[in-house]
């Protein structure tokens, strides 16, 4: 299959000669490489409420993929924990993978093989989202007991790790606790990832605070190498993983403005949109919603998108 574009937004990198396309998710296509590496291509679908919709928001991936690989840059020289990418300059990478530099720039990453922990870490710095939804119901979230009375959008006493189950595409990813955590993975392997992902969420919030920034919650995922050590992987930080606000206008007890898909869900929610039937987005939508992503990348990196 060739690559599928609508307008400008690559759709899917389809089959490419040399490459064994291993897996397809909401953003992301991999691909085998050889023994110990493997291709992520991110394109520019974007999903909401778990749904991909039918057009895309042209660049966006690369947006992902740059700024993933500004954060693993930054982080790694915290020394905090591995992580799986090998380089992101289609120029350096294989020579099966040279020959489609053109489609790949910007948007993919030569990683390292990991075996992938069927547990995603969760970490939440504010009260929001499903988070929200959890401590109105029952006064937790993820079987953390949370202070009486506390606002939407409040700021929590300290970053929670809410771990999540890792869903199959199409379905919804699961709040569990982080002893249900440990029994999936382990007590020691769980408790390295809850230690890990919040130096990384509080790494990565002390970076953003200066710039005007608060990181409300973020989603990342782990695995292990040949040798057992624990390694970031996937994308990391990026607005499709991750709360950013801006902290100018921050006020509890009310939805905050944030730099993500905001203009998506807001766009499917006055269509009551049924989060079942996959639909096209208007061009202003689409449009709005590259602004917010390109927005929030000028101000973590201080730099301009390669688009």
């Excluded at 350096?92 to 790949?104: T, V």
């Excluded at 998506?264 to 949109?273: A, C, E, G, I, Q």
Aim: aromatic share 8%; with cysteine.
């Amino acid at each position: 299959m060739a690559p599928q574009w609508e307008g400008e937004a690559l759709i899917s990198p389809g089959e490419l000669d040399g490459l064994k396309l291993l897996a397809s998710g909401k953003v992301r296509d991999i691909y085998d490489v050889d023994t110990d590496s493997l291709l992520i291509v991110s394109s520019d679908r974007i999903s909401a409420f778990d749904v991909i919709m039918l057009n895309g928001v042209a660049g966006k991936g690369k947006i992902l993929t740059q700024l993933t690989v500004f954060w693993l840059a930054h982080l790694e020289k915290l020394g905090i924990v591995g992580h799986h990418l090998i380089t992101a300059d289609v120029d350096a990478m294989p020579a099966q993978i040279k020959a489609h530099r053109d489609l790949l720039r910007g948007r993919s990453m030569l990683v390292k093989k990991l075996k992938m922990l069927p547990v995603e870490a969760v970490v939440r710095g504010y009260i929001a989202g499903s988070g929200w939804g959890d401590y109105t119901r029952t006064g937790k979230i993820c079987g953390h007991v949370l202070p009486e009375g506390m606002q939407l959008s409040q700021k929590l006493p300290q970053p929670l790790f809410t771990p999540s189950t890792k869903a199959d595409l199409g379905d919804h990813d699961e709040n569990i606790t982080t002893s249900q955590a440990a029994e999936v993975i382990g007590q020691e392997l769980a408790s390295s990832i809850e230690n890990k992902s919040i130096s990384l969420y509080q790494a990565v919030a002390d970076y953003a605070a200066p710039r005007g920034i608060l990181l409300a919650d973020t989603k990342m995922e782990f695995g292990q190498d040949a040798a057992g050590e624990l390694i970031l992987g996937d994308e990391c930080f990026t607005p499709d993983c991750s709360r950013y606000w801006p902290s100018a206008d921050y006020a509890t007890g009310r939805e905050q403005d944030s730099f993500d898909k905001q203009y998506v869900r807001n766009y499917l929610t006055s269509v009551s949109f049924d989060k079942k039937t996959p639909l096209r987005l208007p061009d202003d939508v689409t449009t709005k919603t590259m602004e917010k992503y390109i927005q929030i990348f000028r101000i973590l990196t201080d730099k301009e998108p390669d688009l």
